[in-house]
């Protein structure tokens, strides 16, 4: 009942608002087997649901789906440790029903499916610690197949491992967790290699990040773990760290995983929530546990989940009106919010700046870029030809035109690679600011200094 809900939640939600910066950016790439910032699987799953249809709810039932096969997995964890119906049946509510779930079901990411990827490694790591040793093999084959969509699965290996290091040897050095372990590398193998052979570039976008964000990020890790996870639901994940299938053990089964993955987020905060889905895992653990003591977290299960649902459901959701003070302030806390809202005023900016019909735009933004291709005004006979030296966007080359329209700090900063370049104002605040683009300045330029073939690489940009 929790996953048909979400499901149909989700999916009548879907539309609202409109697509994020970085939906907008998966749309404008092309088909390859891999990118400079990220694997490829969500972008071909993007480019699928284009061919089925245009709508947005349409492009986001990947989404939607994922998130009610998220509270089936949430489900299967008590089930897993000989708990009835009813802890099941709470437990996928929990999941269905908090903060983070609910963002990677409503906008379709690269975190939504890595979500669900760590749901499932980790239930079969749990399933092998409660007897079947082929949970490690399945282990394995997850992981390697989540190497296609997102690379933090790698960190949750590595993390899980020290776990058994530390609470289960015989099942680390058993055979199973050898063949898990060779099935991982075969499986996702050319997504590692490739960003090897290439210099690492999701690297260089790890570092740029932090060195924008990385004080603030730091600073959010702890806060926004408990947010995501659930504020009145803390109890119930600490029982789930806390968790052992052998009595007398003094280490729960997912403590030490969760410690190692707390401080890698601490020491590289990329984005201050990439601990957050081994945690969700630790509260679809707790539940059982939890479900033996006279805890308010469960004896009051309805009332505490409801709570937790409508506190969620508006700061994940697009159920505010746009604009109101409600909603900025939602926005401040959820910047996924603010990254859906306003995308058609700024592209309309844009295209009002630019120096004639034939005039291209490149932008040092790829969600801006991506707005800009996917609204594209008909101002010119084919539309507006946009490109961006923006991460795996510098990879499909220059426009063609000659006379173009900078817009952002970095493309502005690279006036001086033309023969004349005139000011054209700046992006202007509207209702929203996704991906922080008010306030972009722009410039006018004609006449790239020897071609676009010079002038091309100085755009390059990897990073947020």
Request: aromatic share 8%; with cysteine.
């Amino acid at each position: 009942m929790a996953a048909l809900t979400v499901l149909a939640v989700l999916l009548v939600l879907g539309d609202r608002y409109g697509p994020h910066g970085d939906e907008l950016y998966f749309r404008m790439l092309p088909l390859a087997w891999w990118y400079e910032d990220q694997p490829p699987l969500t972008v071909w799953l993007t480019h699928l649901m284009t061919t089925i249809d245009d709508a947005l709810w349409v492009q986001r039932a990947p989404a939607a789906c994922t998130a009610a096969a998220g509270a089936l997995l949430a489900a299967r964890f008590p089930s897993v440790l000989g708990y009835g119906r009813r802890v099941q049946t709470v437990a996928a509510w929990a999941h269905a029903t908090t903060v983070y779930p609910l963002i990677m079901g409503h906008v379709f990411l690269t975190g939504t499916l890595d979500l669900l990827a760590w749901q499932a490694v980790v239930l079969m790591v749990v399933l092998a610690d409660r007897g079947d040793r082929r949970g490690l093999v399945w282990a394995g084959v997850i992981a390697g197949a989540a190497c296609w969509n997102k690379l933090l699965i790698l960190p949750l290996v590595g993390a899980l491992a020290l776990s058994l290091l530390v609470v289960r040897r015989d099942l680390l050095f058993s055979r199973q967790a050898a063949l898990g372990a060779a099935l991982a590398v075969v499986i996702g193998a050319p997504q590692v290699m490739a960003q090897a052979l290439h210099g690492w570039p999701m690297r260089q976008v790890s570092g740029d990040l932090i060195a924008l964000h990385g004080t603030l990020n730091r600073a959010l890790v702890l806060p926004l773990l408990v947010a995501f996870v659930g504020p009145p639901l803390v109890g119930v994940w600490g029982r789930g760290l806390a968790w052992s299938a052998h009595d007398g053990s003094r280490v729960g089964m997912l403590l030490p995983a969760g410690v190692v993955l707390v401080l890698w987020n601490l020491v590289a905060p990329a984005q201050p929530y990439y601990a957050v889905g081994l945690f969700l895992t630790a509260l679809s653990l707790g539940w059982g546990p939890i479900s033996r003591t006279t805890s308010l977290a469960w004896r009051r299960a309805p009332a505490v989940l409801a709570a937790n649902a409508a506190i969620a459901a508006v700061l994940a959701l697009p159920v505010l009106p746009v604009p109101s003070p409600v909603y900025a302030a939602v926005s401040a806390i959820n910047p996924v919010a603010r990254d859906q809202v306003d995308w058609p005023a700024y592209v309309a900016q844009v295209d009002r700046a630019r120096a004639s019909p034939e005039s291209a735009v490149v932008t040092d933004s790829y969600a801006l870029a991506g707005a800009v291709d996917f609204y594209r005004p008909p101002s010119g006979a084919g539309g507006i030809d946009v490109a961006s030296g923006h991460n795996a966007l510098w990879q499909m080359g220059p426009p063609a035109a000659g006379e173009v329209l900078l817009v952002g700090d970095r493309a502005v900063a690279q006036r001086d690679h033309f023969a004349s370049c005139t000011d054209a104002g700046a992006l202007t605040r509207g209702a929203s600011d996704p991906f922080g683009v008010a306030g972009s300045p722009m410039v006018s330029c004609s006449g790239p200094r020897g071609g676009w073939a010079a002038v091309w690489p100085s755009l390059r940009h990897l990073g947020g």
